[in-house]
């Protein structure tokens, strides 16, 4: 019984000074934590800033692939929070990196089912994206004698989220997947729902990936939360142990699941998709360190200290 994982304790000040004693680096997810869609939530920049008047580090690890690190900098700024592009780990960057680590040929392409922020993130890298949003537009149609044609020399496929999602796009990505040899297929991140306005969750990441998953009866690599392949990035850049990180997140299965397979602290925040209910409701496994309703609550809990 001992080896029992202790419940989660609700962030206040008898235990606010424990947790910033014992932590060097805060990872932040963005959606439903630092932002709904593109409205601020309540407190975040004091919050923030009281971080890095105590010497945190502040690292921001999102799912949401549509931006690539120099257009979430700039989401930042236009909120009013100053962000450095290197303290952003986003998941279309986590894209490319994978292809970078695992020695992806130059001369091979890559088709995206996706935002912007992939193919950005590929020319980055080195390699050349194909789709994207231009192929929102184009239809797959069935005609007699009509064969879709795809670039064979496609060695990967990475599907994102993608507002802009269509039958051409599928069968684009169907086809070289199951047609190139070799071909690798990349989800960002499996996510179901996410805040992408500020007063109602849409269909994610997670709907995508599924429909790929159901024309090649393949499964993905995943790159983004819960995967902690993004740590090993997180690791060399800041130079700070997993054990002196907090993951602070509003989705249990993304981000305090990335938190705890990467061995970091966790706190909960409720400002998201994940409600005190979802959290107590006995069905339930993860559970995280901390929980509170915003990350502003660190603010208001230290000052009740």
Known sequence: MNSAKPASQLLSPHNVRDLLDSIEAFLFDCD??????????????????LLRSKGKKLVFVTNNS????????????????????????????????????NSFPSEKKVYVIGGEGILEELQLAGFTGLGGPEDGKKIAEWKSDCLFEHDKSVGAVVVGLDPYINYYKLQYGTLCIRENPGCLFIATNRDAVGHMTDLQEWPGAGCMVAAICGSTQKEPVVVGKPSTF??????????????????????????????????????LVFSGVTTESILQDPSNNIQPDYFTDKISDILKSLEHN
Do not use: H
């Open 32 to 49: 439903g934590v630092i932002w709904k869609g593109d409205k601020l939530i309540d407190g975040v920049p004091e919050t923030l800033d």
């Open 230 to 267: 993004m740590m090993e990035f997180l690791l060399q850049k800041f130079d700070v142990p997993c054990s002196k990180m907090c993951m602070v997140g509003d989705r249990l299965d993304t981000d305090i699941l990335f938190g705890q397979n990467s061995g970091c602290k966790t706190l």
């Open 66 to 101: 549509t931006k690539s690190r120099r257009q979430y900098a700039k989401k930042f700024q236009s909120l009013g929070i100053s962000v450095n592009e290197n303290e952003i780990f986003s998941s279309s960057f986590a894209a490319a990196m994978f292809l970078k680590v």
